[in-house]
């Protein structure tokens, strides 16, 4: 195994056990709004420096993009944190979420680790070497038809500027699909689709550290990733299809006539 990932993989199960030992007593956390439907809490704040300082003092060369302190340092190599994705899950005690840990070589995806610590399930890739969920190989589902494929979302809930065209592609995917989920953690999302549990997935405007983990996890399973018209801008922008080839390019057929300009590549 790569030593960035091994060290990844130790970040990552340390700021799982604060997670874990923190889902003990919900009622004695401390939570602030940072707007709208956005929530943080000390766990969010505790397990992100934990996995910073493991992440740092393996590489203390490396850069950092992390969601609750942003940007440090300039480096060729950045890691890529979400400390606790699926915060309003987490902080209501519905077992749904995950830390997630991606590392960038010049702006490529090399790394990545997606930790479930309520299943212990631990989804980790290497560029060019596949991915693994607990040590076994997984691959996207075989699912040909979008009328069969089980499809993941997420719903608008803190920025609601896209909610009409949302509306229109939740409608239509409704009717073509074999059925829609809304999980609650983008990263649990993607990895489900790298493991063939889900068939596809969309989601408008999520940020760098929702997705970067499980956008590798996709590519090293055999999956595709893209943005609404199937092109690289989603890793910028958080508007994300993914999905096995075949369902992938359904998705996209289904949700361009609900395209606004602003969601176009
Ligand atoms: C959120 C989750 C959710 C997605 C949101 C994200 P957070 O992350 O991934 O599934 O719909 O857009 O912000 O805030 O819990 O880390
Ligand atoms: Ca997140
Ligand atoms: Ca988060």
């Not at 943080?40 to 934990?50: G, I």
Request: hydrophobic content about 45%; charged content about 20%; some cysteine.
């Amino acid at each position: 195994m790569h030593p960035m990932l091994t060290t990844a993989i130790k970040a990552a199960r340390r700021a799982a056990s604060i997670i874990n030992r923190a889902s003990l007593d919900l009622d004695a956390l401390s939570v602030q709004s940072k707007q709208h439907n956005d929530f943080v809490s000390e766990v969010d704040r505790a397990a992100e420096a934990t996995i910073i300082e493991t992440l740092l003092d393996a590489y203390p060369q490396h850069a950092i993009l992390a969601e609750e302190s942003g940007h440090t340092g300039q480096s060729e190599y950045q890691w890529i944190i979400d400390p606790l994705d699926g915060t309003t899950n987490f902080l209501h005690g519905f077992p749904q979420y995950a830390v997630s840990i991606a590392l960038a070589h010049n702006g490529q995806l090399d790394q990545a680790v997606v930790y479930d610590p309520t299943r212990n399930e631990l989804f980790v890739a290497s560029r060019g070497k596949g991915a693994y969920l607990n040590d076994r190989r997984i691959r996207v589902s075989k699912r040909a038809r979008l009328a069969e494929a089980l499809v993941g979302t997420g719903f608008p809930f803190r920025d609601f500027s896209h909610l009409d065209p949302y509306m229109a592609m939740l409608r239509d995917m409704l009717q073509k699909t074999a059925g829609v989920r809304r999980p609650g953690s983008a990263a649990l999302d993607l990895a489900a689709v790298a493991a063939g549990r889900l068939d596809g997935f969309w989601e408008i405007g999520l940020s760098k550290w929702d997705i970067a983990a499980g956008c590798l996890l996709i590519q090293e399973s055999g999956g595709l990733v893209g943005d609404f018209e199937g092109n690289d801008s989603y890793i910028d922008t958080g508007n994300i299809v993914a999905g096995n080839p075949k369902v992938f390019a359904q998705i996209l057929h289904a949700l361009t006539p609900h395209l606004t300009p602003a969601l176009r590549s």
